[in-house]
C-alpha cells in the first residue's frame, strides 16, 4: 500500500460526458501527479500541482483539468469524454522538497479505470 | 531528462538473480537513476534509487557504473511476483521538474 488513495476505481460512463477523479495523496506531501495509462500510449504525464498551484504541465488536453485542495487532495476533471479517453489514470505523490534533493521519490496509487461507451 | 534503453523483454528462472540492465548515456550529474515496476495493470511500484553509489534496499539492489552511463537493477532472489514491467528512469529533482518520465520498459518474465 502507497498510502496514495484513489476512487472511484472503476467507471463506466458515456461519450459526451464528464467524469470526476479523485486523489488523495500520502501524508505529508505535497505534490500531486496525474498519469494516463492507454494500450497504445503507455505512461503519459498529465499535469502536476504543488500545495495548491499547478507545477507542471504534459500532455493534458484542453478537455481534461485538474485542481489540487486546501487539504491537498486532488480532483482531475475530465469532460466532453470519447472513446479515447478511455484509459487507466494514475495519481501520485510526493514531499518534493526542491533542490536537488534526491529524496522526492513518488508514491503511485492503484488508478482509476474509465471505460468511456 | 536523458533517454534511457532497456532490453523489451527478459526472462529469468524462479529463485535465480535477475538482472535488469538500463543504458543512460547521457545521464547529467545531477540525475539520479530511479527503477519502478508495474504488475499487470497496477500502480507503478518504487523499487530503489540512486545517484553514484550503489544501494541495496529489501527489494533489490542497484549497481552503477563508475561513469553513471549504465545501471543493473538486480533482484536477487526472483519470484514469480516479480513478473511485471520494469521501468529505469533518470531525473533531476529540481523544481518544477520532478515528474516522472516513462519510457517503455523491460518486461521481465519469471519462469517455474
Known amino acids: 500500500d502507497s498510502g496514495v488513495t484513489q476512487t472511484p476505481k472503476h467507471l463506466i460512463t458515456a461519450t459526451g460526458q464528464r467524469v470526476t477523479l479523485r486523489c488523495s495523496p500520502r501524508s505529508g506531501d505535497l505534490s500531486v501527479y496525474w498519469y494516463q495509462q492507454s494500450l497504445d500510449q503507455g505512461l503519459q504525464f498529465l499535469i502536476q500541482y504543488y500545495n495548491g498551484e499547478e507545477r507542471a504541465k504534459g500532455n493534458i488536453l484542453e478537455r481534461f483539468s485538474a485542481q489540487q485542495f486546501p487539504d491537498l487532495h486532488s480532483e482531475l476533471n475530465l469532460s466532453s469524454l470519447e472513446l479515447g479517453d478511455s484509459a487507466l489514470y494514475f495519481c501520485a505523490s510526493s514531499v518534493t522538497r526542491g533542490g536537488t534533493d534526491s529524496g522526492n521519490t513518488i508514491y503511485f496509487g492503484e488508478g482509476s479505470w474509465l471505460t468511456v461507451v | 531528462d536523458a533517454k534511457t534503453t532497456q532490453p523489451p523483454s527478459m526472462d529469468c528462472a524462479e529463485g535465480r538473480a535477475a538482472n535488469l540492465p538500463c543504458n543512460h548515456s547521457?545521464?547529467?550529474?545531477?540525475?539520479?537513476v530511479y527503477w519502478y515496476r508495474q504488475i499487470h495493470s497496477q500502480g507503478p511500484q518504487y523499487i530503489i534509487h540512486g545517484l553514484k553509489n550503489n544501494e541495496t534496499n529489501e527489494m533489490a539492489s542497484l549497481i552503477i557504473t563508475e561513469d553513471r552511463k549504465s545501471s543493473t537493477l538486480i533482484l536477487p532472489h526472483a519470484t514469480l511476483r516479480d513478473t511485471a514491467v520494469y521501468y529505469c528512469i533518470v531525473r533531476v529533482t529540481n523544481f518544477g521538474n520532478e515528474k516522472l518520465t516513462f519510457g517503455t520498459g523491460t518486461r521481465l518474465t519469471i519462469i517455474p
Open positions: 547521457t545521464i547529467s550529474g545531477n540525475e539520479y
